[in-house]
């Protein structure tokens, strides 16, 4: 009878352990959600992010927070999340940089493989933003100015390595010209230096431009991208302009820590793809610049195998020096 009891609990403890995982991914979420942005406050990934927490929160029953970890151009709060527990509670809303970075600074404590994809939400273009006092209007303008004023002009970014400072010394390679790269903190912190005329040049993603198109302190002279945008459909695109394969887009996906379940990542990924097709929602982001162009787990995670591989592409490219 003795035997027979043990041998019942071993088959139950089995059992137990067998369908618990199950279990506690279906009882997920129990607890607030803290989505990471590795960006200060106001800039395009932040600005996305609270845009989709209040009704992610709404559809999960759960808080939903979105938590800014900013500095080394999104490495550190990005590096948090790749060592956060991978449980689904803590998410990283990322764009390329969590590609890019490792790429140009292989000292970094992550790469993309230390994330698992739960679901993309946009392509956002880049724009070529400059000061308006320069008086330059094409790219071929900026192109002749800088050649007549040799290391005269600097261009901002969000960092060293960022896809700011990247395209920055694409297009200054391509156009063989001689600017100087001055890194910030953040896009926001680099648009009112641009705005101060304390740099003269930078790629910027369209979202964080309006206040400063619409006081005139900042023009946009030209888009990264093979056609014109709908948020600036009268500013021609660089290829428009003669400057050769300069298509560049980068996404913005919902990333956690690698070995955090599918079916938790699938669940999120059904909701995120489900709210940026919500028509208010499509509209914000559009009205912001970006391109509504939802990616669900699986996808999402062959596209970032893609797209690692096309960033090493431009990487090579550019001539990229992170000291320049």
């Given amino acids: 009878m003795l035997k027979s009891i043990n041998a019942l609990a071993i088959v139950t403890t089995i059992f137990v352990a067998a369908i618990s995982p199950v279990k506690a991914d279906e009882a997920y979420p129990d607890r607030p959600i803290t989505i990471v942005v590795a960006y200060p406050p106001g800039g395009g990934i932040d600005t996305l992010a609270r845009l989709i927490s209040v009704e992610l929160s709404d559809r999960l029953g759960q808080p939903v927070v979105v938590l800014n970890k900013a500095g080394a151009a999104g490495s550190i709060g990005t590096a948090s999340v790749a060592r956060d527990?991978?449980?689904?509670?803590?998410?990283?809303?990322?764009?390329?940089?969590?590609?890019?970075?490792?790429?140009?600074?292989?000292?970094?404590?992550?790469t993309i493989k230390d994330f698992s994809p739960v679901a993309r939400l946009t392509v956002t273009p880049y724009t070529?933003?400059?000061?308006?006092?320069?008086?330059?209007?094409?790219?071929?303008?900026?192109?002749?100015?800088?050649?007549?004023?040799?290391?005269?002009?600097?261009?901002?970014?969000?960092?060293?390595?960022?896809?700011?400072?990247?395209?920055?010394?694409?297009?200054?390679?391509?156009?063989?010209?001689?600017?100087?790269?001055?890194p910030y903190k953040g896009g926001n912190e680099a648009l009112r230096e641009l705005s101060a005329e304390r740099v003269q040049i930078m790629f910027s993603n369209p979202i964080p431009l309006t206040p400063y198109l619409q006081n005139e302190s900042i023009k946009v002279i030209g888009v990264a991208t093979e056609d014109r945008i709908p948020a600036m459909p009268d500013v021609p695109t660089l290829l428009e302009q003669g400057v050769e394969d300069f298509d560049i887009t980068t996404w913005v996906g919902l990333l956690s820590p690698a070995g955090t379940p599918e079916s938790i990542r699938n669940k999120i990924s059904d909701e995120i793809v489900s709210i940026v097709e919500i028509p208010k929602i499509r509209t914000a982001i559009e009205q912001l610049g970006s391109i509504v162009s939802p990616m669900p787990t699986k996808q999402f995670g062959e596209f970032l195998i893609k797209d690692e591989a096309r960033w090493k592409s431009i990487l090579d490219q550019s001539g990229f020096d992170s000291k320049s």
């Fill in 128 to 182: 070529l933003a400059i000061s308006p006092s320069l008086g330059i209007n094409t790219f071929e303008e900026l192109v002749e100015y800088s050649k007549q004023h040799p290391g005269e002009l600097n261009y901002g970014s969000t960092g060293l390595g960022s896809v700011q400072h990247l395209l920055g010394a694409l297009a200054q390679n391509r156009a063989d010209v001689d600017w100087t790269h001055i």
């Fill in 85 to 110: 527990k991978p449980d689904g509670y803590t998410m990283l809303l990322s764009g390329a940089n969590a590609i890019l970075s490792p790429l140009v600074d292989p000292n970094l404590s992550f």
